[in-house]
């Protein structure tokens, strides 16, 4: 329902109105029929661009966006190398695990299980107390890398003016997701993993993209390939007996010179390790052609004999992608159609990552997976098919497949305007941007996320965090937004104070309808259903106070002012962004 805005709140959209535009740089602009094909309103265009390219607008933004033109400003934003980004890039470079490479996290802080490895076989009555030291330091170290890596992910995605370029990265960081507590190793590669594997290709080529991740530490280890070898009796690119792989297997792991070393056992297990067909089989699945995409049980296992021997290197080798012959499964191996030489090595995987990633199964399981992220948790078939004969057409160009779907008719149709509901990443870092906050040094931003169900890097399965709105809706989801947003109210949230909402001075004064229609205006477009503007009005949400009722104790409210409204607007149905035709009914 749109109301007639009162003084105050009409004082607060002035910034939000439409002005002269400034002279500006012209470029060739979307096709005419597909701008006349548009059914969302100019105004809804921008809070639209900015609610899906963004992880939500700042005070201001939308009066850019209008003064550019949204498809000027989406151009702007397909091309991050175009922005400028000191703040973020200032911010981010202060973390030790940004300024180190996973290898150089390795080598400077001692694995803590390696650790106890070596201690108990050099103590055999036991640790002793400055063992015990050492082990719990290392175990801090361990701990306060992969708290940076999460306070660094969330930072960037908060402070970025690259804003399309930090969804891509989160959206590829689902789709080849990793599960921070697959090891202890998997700590050192988390922020290497999106700070240099993903994030500079997040709007490249597909297959630039695909070969990093397959190469990258974070994804050998979490799906095992880096002990992936040829099973006994198939042929391999070097026989492990051979004495010059010995002698090569001992400068690379010194530690495995006394035979009853942990180590000694771990190289022994390596050397006579199996095929393992994870990774082989989630290339196919998950990255690549998707469940459906035509492949068999052989195309899995042939796969992942062509990954054999992709590996990580020791921290003394600089821990990054290997190849290792020795492990490396020399056989023909025939996939989706396509034969494999016998006698090859590194060659097999990168062919099958070219094989794979040039695939029509593929540009249409990528293309469906970025329209359904961007337009609709149900994208329609005619736009996954023209975005998938972009992909094809461009050799698997993701700025232009992303740009066909987020300049599509189907993407400012009013259809699907506020129809994604937001994840719990989404639900934080939009609340933060819209009250200008800073980031969080600290934990505590990322513990609020996985507070509401999404910790950072923390979903164990490969298949990443739901992107459809039924993955995050249930009823005490709910409930739990819904008290994220009041807690954001009291001031109990890092970086982010209700007195940095615009105009905040001339609203605390103003009668609550005017509060009511100028935190409406700021936050939620100005546009919002009789129920949402009813609980805003008397301060009261149904399905707070049945909770409160079904516990026996009370939930207690800020107390009655600007500040409830904002915390009431936060956990609305409007600011969750789901489509106000169907979210009334479960989002009071």
Known sequence: ????????????????????????????????????????????????????????????????????????????????????????????????????????????????????????????????RDDSLRVRQARQNLRRIAEEAQAVRVGRALLSERQLQEVMTDFWLNHFSVFAGKGIREQYYLADYENRVIRPRALGKFRDLLGAVAKSPAMLFYLDNWESAADSGRPRLVNPAE?????????????????????????????????????????????????????????????????????????????????????????????????LKAGRGIEDGEELLDIVARHPSTARFIAYKLARRFVSDSPSTALVERAAVVFQRTDGDLREVVRTIVTSPEFFARESYRAKVKSPFEVVL??????????????????????????????????????????????????????????????????????????????????????????????LGGDVSSVTRAVLVSGRNPLLDAAADSLATARPLPARGLAQVIGLALGSPEFQRRSPSHATSRLP
Request: aromatic fraction near 6%; hydrophobic fraction near 40%.
């Open 243 to 339: 004495p010059v792989v010995r002698r090569a297997v001992r400068r690379r792991f010194p530690a495995a010179a006394n035979p009853q070393s942990p180590m000694a056992q771990q190289v022994r297990r390596r050397l006579r390790a199996g095929l393992n067909e994870n990774y082989g089989r989630e290339l196919l699945e998950l990255h690549t052609l998707g469940v459906d995409g035509g492949y068999t049980q052989q195309d899995v296992i042939n796969a992942a004999r062509a990954l054999t021997g992709w590996t990580i290197a020791g921290p003394r080798q600089s821990g990054g992608f290997t190849f290792t012959p020795f492990m490396h499964d020399a056989g023909e191996k025939r996939i989706l159609g396509h034969t």
């Open 430 to 523: 939009s609340t933060l941007r819209a009250l200008n906050a800073q980031p969080d040094r600290s934990m505590r931003t990322a513990q609020l996320i996985a507070g509401l169900g999404q910790p950072v890097y923390g979903r164990q399965t490969p298949d990443g965090w739901p992107e459809t709105g039924e993955g995050w809706m249930g009823t005490g989801a709910i409930l739990n937004r819904i008290n994220f947003g009041l807690l954001v109210a009291a001031g109990r949230v890092p970086g982010v104070t209700p007195a940095a909402f615009p105009h905040v001075e001339e609203l605390r004064q103003a009668p609550r309808e005017q509060q009511v229609d100028g935190v409406v205006g700021v936050l």
């Open 1 to 128: 329902m749109r109301r007639v805005v009162a003084p105050v709140a009409a004082l607060i959209l002035a910034g939000c109105s439409s002005a002269p535009a400034r002279p500006v740089e012209m470029r060739p602009g979307p096709d005419p029929v597909a701008l006349a094909a548009r059914t969302q309103t100019a105004d809804q265009q921008v809070l639209h661009a900015l609610a899906r390219l963004t992880f939500g607008a700042r005070p201001g933004d939308a009066e850019r966006v209008r003064q550019m033109g949204v498809d000027r400003w989406i151009d702007e934003q397909l091309h991050p190398e175009r922005i400028a980004d000191a703040s973020a890039e200032a911010w981010a470079g202060d973390f030790e695990v940004v300024q180190k490479t996973a290898a150089q996290l390795e080598a400077a802080y001692q694995n803590p299980g390696a650790l106890v490895n070596q201690l108990g076989a050099r103590n055999s009555g036991g640790m002793t």
